[in-house]
């Protein structure tokens, strides 16, 4: 269900202003975990179809490297890391520079 949020004021990587109409609550799994994480939404374009902020990164200790597209973590059990898709990670921005372009 979405929520209605009252002057949620969002910057973007541009540096432009945006208003959230509202935000949801949905579970993030990282096995073994498995968090209920309350998303904003905006309408803009974007590669990114969600961003992860700095306290949620911190509460799941992640540690994020964009040069290896991959955040490590660690587990009761060890650590283990969740990898990004390099091939489709290349085709989003083709299809973005295109779109801008």
């Not at 974007?46 to 955040?71: A, G, I």
């Not at 990004?84 to 085709?91: L, M, N, R, V, W």
């Amino acid at each position: 269900m979405i929520s209605p949020q009252t002057q949620s004021h969002l910057y973007g990587f541009d540096g432009n202003e945006t208003q959230s109409p509202g935000s949801i609550s949905l579970p993030v799994r990282a096995d073994p975990y498995n968090v209920i994480t309350e998303f904003y939404l905006v309408d803009v374009e974007s590669l990114h179809n969600t961003t992860l902020r700095r306290p949620w990164l911190y509460m799941m200790k992640f540690v994020p490297s964009t040069y290896h597209q991959l955040v490590w973590y660690p587990t009761p059990t060890g650590t283990t890391d969740i990898r990004g898709d390099e091939a489709a990670a290349k085709t989003i921005s083709v299809v973005a520079q295109k779109k801008s372009g």
